[in-house]
Each structure stands twice: as structure tokens, then as C-alpha cells.
């Protein structure tokens, strides 16, 4: 048996200074009513496009493993950023099931992650029945149906933005605090 339709997955631990980015956000939700897109309950910032001070180094580092991504994709043209926002999910907050139209890359870096705040969970949109999953011993890249990336601090996860993926809900009385991003050309 071989694969065929093989999607990717691609994470980083960088090694940012988390507290200076937090204050960003948190300073920025003072002066950012938000938007509901995919949030239930926290906030999400309105779409940014350019880079602000305190999150060059950020995106110094995501461009180096977006470039990665376009090697290993055999891309002829260069991703760009295209936009990026923040997120504070709080105790019971949660994203629903979702994708990122209009762009071929999109990615996550974690700012702030206490304990029991939910896992990242991507949706096998290829996947067979529910009958099919009664039967299977163990599950494995052909047949499971969700695969779930539990988030660290710093943290940063490249994915196809074509894949359904949500955020469990924040079982922590702290805050859980993101960065989410799209990439296309």
C-alpha cells in the first residue's frame, strides 16, 4: 500500500519572548472591539495585514518555516502573508469547526497556554462512516478520523488551509492566548 492525497502538518518551538507578545495582544484588546468569525465567547481581533512592532521577530521566524513549506510543495512562487489576527479564548471559549478560504497556508503560534485550555483538532475530511471506525484496532494516518495537537507556548503549527479544524473549549480559569495567520499568494 502506498499514500496518496497526503496532507502535512507542521509545527515549531520557537524561542520568542512570549510575555512581551501578550502584553501586545492584551494592549491591543483595549483598543479592539473584535469580531465573531469562528470564536464562541473570548475576542478575536479584526484582521491585520501589516506587522506590528512587537511581532517582527514573530513572523521573521513563521516566514523561515513558510519557506520550508514552499520547498516541500515544490511552489514556484512565494507565499506571502496575507493576514493575521489574535485571539484570547477564557474559561468555557471555544472555535468552532472551520477552514481559511482565499489562502494556501495557515498557521497558529501559541502565546499563552495554561493547562486544560483545549486542544487544536483537525477534521479527516477523507475519512469513511462512523461503521468504518467500530472496526479499526488502531488508528494510523489512513484512518483516523481527527487528529489533535495539544498547544505549548511557543509553539508555532503550519497547516493546509483546507482543513476543517476547531479549538476545544478553555477548561482554565486562564486566559489562552493566540496568534492565528493565513498565507497565499
Known amino acids: 500500500?502506498?499514500?496518496?492525497f497526503s496532507s502535512y502538518l507542521q509545527d515549531n518551538l520557537f524561542d520568542l519572548n512570549t510575555k512581551k507578545i501578550k502584553?501586545?495582544?492584551?494592549?491591543?484588546?483595549?483598543?479592539?472591539?473584535?469580531?465573531?468569525?469562528?470564536?464562541?465567547?473570548?475576542?478575536?481581533?479584526?484582521?491585520?495585514?501589516?506587522?506590528?512592532?512587537?511581532?517582527?521577530?514573530l513572523f521573521d521566524k513563521i516566514n523561515t518555516d513558510v519557506k520550508e513549506v514552499e520547498k516541500n510543495l515544490g511552489l514556484e512562487k512565494k507565499l506571502i502573508l496575507k493576514n493575521y489576527w489574535c485571539n484570547i479564548?477564557?474559561?468555557?471559549?471555544?472555535?468552532?469547526?472551520?477552514?481559511?478560504?482565499?489562502?494556501?497556508?495557515?498557521?497558529?503560534?501559541?502565546?499563552n497556554i495554561p493547562k486544560n485550555s483545549g486542544n487544536l483538532i483537525f477534521e479527516n475530511f477523507t475519512t469513511h462512516t462512523e461503521t468504518t471506525y467500530r472496526f479499526v484496532k488502531k488508528y494510523n494516518q489512513y484512518n483516523s478520523p481527527k487528529w489533535a495537537v495539544m498547544p505549548k507556548e511557543n509553539l508555532c503549527v503550519l497547516f493546509p488551509s483546507y482543513l476543517i479544524h476547531y479549538v476545544e473549549p478553555n477548561l482554565s480559569n486562564e486566559e489562552r492566548i493566540s496568534i492565528s495567520f493565513n498565507y497565499g499568494f
Open 1 to 4: 500500500m502506498f499514500s496518496i
Open 23 to 57: 502584553k501586545e495582544i492584551l494592549n491591543m484588546k483595549t483598543k479592539n472591539k473584535g469580531v465573531i468569525l469562528s470564536n464562541y465567547g473570548g475576542w478575536q481581533s479584526n484582521p491585520l495585514k501589516k506587522v506590528l512592532k512587537n511581532f517582527i521577530d
Open 89 to 111: 479564548n477564557y474559561l468555557g471559549c471555544f472555535n468552532r469547526p472551520h477552514t481559511h478560504p482565499d489562502s494556501v497556508l495557515s498557521g497558529v503560534y501559541y502565546v
